[in-house]
């Protein structure tokens, strides 16, 4: 099939909430009345949980189809029904980062983090449907993938890390269409940046707008150095790059976006420095507080704005606090507000801002609701909520437009590390 062609068509383990969690914050979980949601989380930390008194990993339960010859990367599940409260728990063999369901339900297909395997998944029963590698020379996942009409997915596809030559087109990623089900290639075509990542489809699903960390990492070293970060919006039907969007912000990385035009997109950038400079930040805090246990390396996240295209002009925007805005994690639209709401999981934040100019029009300090390290943002499928989640612990609720916290409406559950969530 050509790319014309489709265009053409187109309980285990579960968390119990601590003194000071989201729980305490907000009581304890309540039926919704309407459309009551499922959440997806992937745990990147299933080495330090435990089921049956052994370790997670080891347990053939929660391994389920996955090959037994397989010995590579695995990533803990974890599936929420907001209906009865129930939690369930899957092993899954990648290196899992972000979740995509079918419109409609039924399938969910999930890219690795430059690793080496993609799956497919039954979203409701959580058994394994499909696991595949990645074609061509020397590619990985690009953590992310968007399903698109006709049963077919487009992902999110990088190059392995290699020594940088100076030209950033030598490094460029891909996107490959696939089959949904089976995961088979069908057409691929380049990404048009570096590193690859998040995605979604404007244009009434005619184009995709893909964001490019832009950076590359020298073996040994956690400083990224940053060459092109970008978005490309490529046409799907021919692969043909129709436009590349830069943000003036140098020395950052542009990692997730959220929008559904041309004119209407945002991204967040993400700023890397070390410790020193992250100490040097926080020197006129007066209070006492504990590190930021988000860095996996020697660094540390420095403030960094989010950046957006609108028909009214593009913009750049820190909060008046920019200690606030840390290491942003997820960025989701509402258009009914025409609001973008992102997550800045070092600072414990929510922001606000708004899609024509980028108006900060509230910053929502987490942690004072109980909410630790923001991660996940998703649209609840009741039209009348968003869902946060912590990074290690618990979901809150808040209403959309007026972006309070939902008193009742919390879940406690422990979710073992995650960057995203999905909810259905």
Same mark, same amino acid.
């Given at each position: ?27 304890? @979980? %309540? ?6 949601? $499922? ?12 089921? /049956? ?9 929660? =391994?389920?189809?996955? +090959?037994? =010859?397989?010995?590579? +990367? ?16 899957? #092993? ?9 369901? /079918? ?33 061509? %020379? ?37 996107? &490959? ?34 964001? *490019?960390?832009? !950076? *590359? ?6 400083? @990224? ?12 039907? !021919?692969?043909?790059?129709? %436009? ?36 040097? #930040? ?10 930021? &246990? ?10 960094? @704005? ?5 028909? %009214? ?22 258009? $009914? ?31 004072? #609701?109980?909410?630790?390290? @923001? ?24 209403? =959309? ?24």
């Amino acid at each position: 099939m050509r790319r014309r062609q489709f265009l053409a068509g187109s309980a285990a383990l579960a968390g119990v909430g601590a003194a000071g969690s989201a729980a305490a914050a907000c009581g304890q @979980p %309540e039926i919704a009345s309407m459309r009551p949601a $499922v959440y997806l989380v992937p745990g990147y930390r299933p080495d330090l949980a435990f089921f /049956r008194g052994r370790p997670a990993v080891e347990s053939a339960e929660l =391994r389920g189809r996955i +090959p037994a =010859r397989y010995d590579g +990367p695995l990533t803990l599940l974890t599936r929420i029904d907001e209906a009865d409260g129930s939690v369930r728990r899957a #092993l899954m063999p990648l290196r899992g980062h972000a979740i995509s369901v /079918r419109p409609g339900g039924g399938l969910a297909v999930w890219n690795s983090m430059e690793g080496a395997t993609l799956v497919s998944f039954d979203p409701a029963s959580l058994e394994l449907g499909q696991m595949r590698g990645f074609e061509g %020379e020397a590619m990985v996942g690009g953590g992310h993938a968007v399903f698109l009409a006709d049963g077919l997915v487009a992902i999110a596809e990088r190059k392995q890390r290699q020594s940088y030559t100076g030209r950033p087109a030598d490094h460029y990623g891909q996107v &490959t269409i696939r089959e949904a089900e089976s995961l088979r290639v069908l057409e691929s075509f380049s990404s048009h940046g570096m590193a690859p990542h998040d995605m979604v489809l404007i244009d009434g699903g005619g184009q995709v707008a893909i964001a *490019h960390y832009g !950076s *590359h990492v020298a073996e040994g070293a956690w400083r @990224p150095q940053i060459a092109e970060p970008c978005i490309a919006i490529l046409e799907l039907g !021919s692969g043909k790059l129709v %436009e590349k969007l830069r943000p003036s912000e140098t020395g950052a990385e542009l990692r997730h976006l959220a929008g559904i035009s041309a004119d209407r997109l945002a991204a967040v950038l993400v700023r890397r420095g070390s410790a020193d400079e992250e100490a040097g #930040l926080l020197a006129s805090r007066s209070e006492v507080y504990e590190p930021d &246990t988000s860095p996996w390396d020697e660094g540390a996240f420095l403030p960094a @704005p989010v950046v957006g295209f609108a028909r %009214e002009g593009r913009w750049q925007r820190l909060p008046p606090d920019a200690l606030l805005a840390r290491q942003a994690q997820t960025i989701l639209y509402d258009r $009914v507000s025409d609001e973008f709401i992102a997550t800045f999981t070092s600072s414990h934040a929510i922001g606000v801002f708004a899609a024509a100019d980028g108006r900060v029009k509230r910053m929502i300090q987490a942690d004072r #609701l109980g909410l630790r390290y @923001p991660r996940g943002l998703a649209l609840h499928p009741d039209g009348l909520h968003y869902a946060a989640s912590g990074s290690w612990r618990d979901l809150m609720l808040f209403r =959309r437009g007026s972006h309070e916290a939902v008193a009742g409406r919390a879940i406690p559950a422990v979710l073992f590390e995650h960057s995203h969530m999905t909810a259905v």
